[in-house]
Each structure stands twice: as C-alpha cells, then as structure tokens.
C-alpha cells in the first residue's frame, strides 16, 4: 500500500486555493489536482486553505466542490475537508436517521464513545449542537424508539471518562459481579450496567472484563451473546470489542 508524503514546504494557502479555483472553472473539473492538493495537505492547512477560499472569492470551498464533484470524489473531498469533530458529528447525524431500522450502524456512536479521547468526545458534541440545531442526546432520544438502547446511548455519549491508566482491582472484582448479575438476570439496561460502562476509565473496564472471564470461566461479550436482547445485546458487545480490542473491531467493521 502506498504511503502519502506531506511535502516538507507546502505552497501557500492562497496558492492553493488560487490552484483549486482555477481546477474547479469551466465544465472540466481537474480532479487529479484537487486530490493532490487536499490530499498533501494536513488537517491545519486544510482549515487555513478553507479559510483563505472564503477569504478570496467570497464562497466557501465546500459549496464550490459540492456543486462541481460527483459521486464518490465529491463525498470524500466535503468530509475530508471538514475538521475531525465536525466529521464525526456528520458521520453520527448519518447514522441515527439510518439507525430508526438498522441498528447496526449505531456502531457508529459506540466507536465515538469509546475509542475517542474525552476531549475529543465533548469537541463532537458541541459541533454536533451547532449543525444541527439539538444535542446528541436529543437526537438519540427522538431517533432510536428502543428505551434500552437510548438509555445506554445517551449515558455512552454523554459521560466524560478519566483517561488516564488507573486501575482499583477490587472495584473491578465488584463491578464484574454487579455485571454478571445484569448478565444472568437478562436486565443489561440497568443502572449499574449503563454506568459502568459508560464512566468507567478504558484501563479500569479491561481490568473489569478480566475479573469477569476469571470468576465465571467465560469472557463477558460470550455471556451477553448468551443471555441477551437482539439489538441492545449487540450494541453491548460493540461497546465490549471497542473498549477491548478497538483494533480487533475496526477490522472486523473493514472485513463487512
């Protein structure tokens, strides 16, 4: 596989942009030279070169590739240029409209909840209020109709975990415990479920999730397979790979 190179010294925002438009006139739009540019250029020159378009030609570079790219170009070129947060409020907007009858692609929060920093949890929400009129949890709320998942949604999205790698093992013994009675009682939309899995720090669950698999002789995402709720059974394991193997789980989304 190929690997992209940023050039040591990048051309002035206002020489690319003067490039981009240039690329972007007429009815032969130059693909080959907005990939190269955007694609060369990190997340803080994509912004400056954003800002300096406006700045220029008193249109955003945005609406001038949404009205001049088709297709596949045009849907990576708009995300590309968007910063990371907004990219991912987009992406989470997506995917709750789709969520009302596929819940698989709520994956799409789970993975912001609990492979994101913190911070960059709390930059998604604020952006995602600015797009779109209402909060995360709003659209949560009024999106998804099973009162289980909106529970474990909203607590998942809207916590803000300590990321720093500290572990209370005893804490973990007692938590794998109030979970396997979760497990056992098919109640995994409890309290106790929802807000461990949505406060606890990532060192502090893996620990929690070891506990587990050494008291009761099988890992815990087999014992919600077992016991579970269809959807919110597999959203809980996605929560469960996220947190564990987050590697292990984007291969897996790469593989379908």
């Not at 009302?100 to 920093?117: D, H, I, M, P, R």
Request: charged share 25%; glycine share 4%.
């Amino acid at each position: 596989m190929a690997t992209l190179v940023l050039p040591n010294s990048a051309p002035s925002p206002t020489q690319d942009c003067e490039r981009l438009n240039l690329a972007l006139q007429g009815r032969g739009v130059e693909e080959y030279v907005i990939v190269w540019i955007m694609g060369h250029r990190n997340a803080a020159q994509r912004k400056k070169i954003k800002e300096t378009y406006q700045l220029l030609y008193k249109e955003s570079i945005i609406n001038r590739l949404q009205s001049k790219l088709s297709g596949v170009l045009k849907k990576a070129m708009i995300l590309w240029m968007n910063e990371g947060t907004e990219r991912d409020a987009i992406f989470v907007h997506k995917a709750l409209k789709k969520g009302k009858t596929e819940v698989n692609k709520l994956q799409v929060l789970v993975e912001l909840a609990c492979v994101s920093s913190p911070n960059h949890l709390m930059g998604v929400r604020q952006i995602y209020c600015t797009l779109f009129q209402c909060s995360l949890e709003e659209d949560i709320t009024s999106n998804i109709s099973t009162p289980s998942l909106q529970k474990l949604l909203v607590g998942l999205v809207s916590s803000y975990r300590h990321d720093r790698g500290l572990v209370d093992l005893n804490l973990a013994k007692s938590e794998a415990a109030k979970l396997h009675e979760a497990i056992e009682m098919k109640q995994l939309d409890t309290d106790d479920v929802v807000w461990i899995l949505s406060t606890r720090n990532l060192f502090q669950l893996r620990a929690t999730f070891g506990c587990y698999k050494k008291s009761y002789k099988v890992a815990i995402d087999q014992a919600i397979s077992s016991n579970g709720n269809g959807d919110l059974d597999s959203i809980l394991q996605a929560v469960i790979l996220c947190i564990e193997s987050p590697e292990k789980h984007f291969a897996e989304v790469m593989e379908e």
